[in-house]
C-alpha cells in the first residue's frame, strides 16, 4: 500500500538523514535557494482549460498533491517541493512553448505531463537536450519511447522521456481481444480524429481484430474541430457493423455514440482511455449503455495501493475530480521526487550542479510500491505495469467489467 511504503521510505531517511545545504542562488541546473531551504519545482504540463480539463485538472492536482505530501513528511530534508503547472489547450504548440519556459527555469528538476501523445512529441526535443526528465501520466502513442518505427525496430531516441502508463501497443489489442472473444463482435467499422493517439490506437485494434478473425466492414476518419459526424453515422448503419470502434477522445466520442444511435444502428462504441471520462456518458446521453472503454491499470478505488491516495486527495479539498490519470499522475510525481531524494543522498546531502541530468538517470532505476501498483521503467521508458481495464456504461456511469492484460 502507498502508506506502507511512505512509511518505509521516510524511516530509511530517517536512519541516515539528508543534510541539505543552501549553497546560494544557482545559476546552472540545480534548483534554487528559498528562505527554507533548497526549492526543486516539478513542472506540469496538460489541458487545463477547453474540453480536455477536467483531464487535464486531475493531472494537475494529483502532482500538486505528491509534492504536498512529500513536503509533509520531509522526505528530503531541506528541500520543498513546488509545482508549476502550464496549460497546453491540448495542442502541440502550445505543449513546446510550454517545454521552453519549464527548461528556462532552472528550478524545474523535472515535469509530469502531457495529457495527449501528439503534444508529447513537440515537447521531447526540448526537455531531451535540457536533460531535464519528463514523465507523462497518461501518453500512450508507442513511437513516443519505441520510435516511429516501432513495429518493425525499436529504438529509443529520448533518454529523458518516461511514462507510467502503458502504450497503445498493448491497449488497441486488448480492446480486440474483449469485443472479440467476450463481447462476441465480429463486424466492426472503424473511426479515428486522425491525430497521433486516435490514428495509432485505432491502427493496432484493427490490426489485432483482423488476427482473431474479425472483419473490418469499413472505416472513416472525423474533424475533431466538429460536432456533426451524421454523415459517418449513416455510414456506419449501411455497413452491417455490429459494433464501432473510435480513435480519439470524448467531447468527439460522446457525440459521434449519440449520433450513431439516432441514425438506427443500436450498437455499441468502443475506445480507449481518451473517452473513459464521465463527460462522454453526458455528451452520448442514455443511447450511452453499453458502450465500452479501455484504459490504463485497474480502477484506483478497488486498488489497496490507492486507499491512501484516495483518502489524502478527498481531504485535500481538490474542486476537480482526480479522473483517470490521478494515480499515474502521483506515481509520476513520487517517481521524480525518489529521483531527487536519491541525487541529493548520493551528492553529501545537496544538489549537484548537474542535477538534471542526474535525476533523469536516477529516474531509469526508480522502482517502488506506487497507487497504482509497481512503479518502475524498462529500457525504453515505458512502465513495467500492463494492466489495463474494460469499462462498459451501465446506468449512466462506467462500470470495470475485466482487468487483465493483453497476451500476445
Known sequence: MRQRSLISITAALAAGALTLTACGSRDDDGGSDSADGTKVVIGVDAPLTGDLSALGLGIK????????????????????????????????????????QLVSDKSVLGAVGPLNSSVAESMQKVFDDAKLVQISPANTGPGLTQGVNWQKEKVRTYKSYFRTATTDAIQGPFAAQYVFNDAKKKKVFVIDDKKTYGAGLASTFTAEFKKLGGKVVGTDHIDPDTKDFSAVATKVKNSGADVVYYGGEY????????????????????????????????????????????????????????????????????????????????????????????????????????????????????SFDGVTGKVSFDEYGDATNKQLTVYAVENGAWKAVKSGTYTG
Do not use: H
Open 61 to 100: 492536482n494529483s502532482v500538486d498533491l505528491a509534492a504536498k505530501t512529500a513536503n509533509k513528511q520531509k522526505l528530503v530534508d531541506g528541500v520543498t517541493f513546488e509545482i508549476k503547472a502550464l496549460d497546453d489547450q491540448a495542442q502541440p504548440s502550445s505543449g513546446q512553448a510550454n517545454a521552453v
Open 251 to 366: 467531447p468527439q466520442a460522446g457525440p459521434l455514440s449519440k449520433q450513431i444511435k439516432q441514425s438506427g444502428a443500436k450498437i455499441p462504441l468502443v475506445g480507449g482511455d481518451g473517452i473513459f471520462d464521465p463527460t462522454f456518458v453526458e455528451l452520448a446521453g442514455a443511447g450511452s449503455a453499453g458502450d465500452l472503454a479501455t484504459s490504463v491499470g485497474a480502477p484506483v478505488e478497488e486498488l489497496p495501493s490507492a486507499k491512501q491516495f484516495v483518502a489524502d486527495y478527498k481531504a485535500a479539498n481538490y474542486k476537480e475530480e482526480y479522473a483517470a490519470y490521478g494515480g499515474y499522475s502521483y506515481d509520476a510525481a513520487w517517481a521524480i521526487i525518489l529521483a531527487v531524494k536519491k541525487v541529493v543522498d548520493d551528492n553529501d546531502g545537496k544538489l549537484p550542479s548537474d542535477a538534471r541530468a542526474k535525476i533523469t538517470a536516477a529516474v531509469q532505476n526508480v
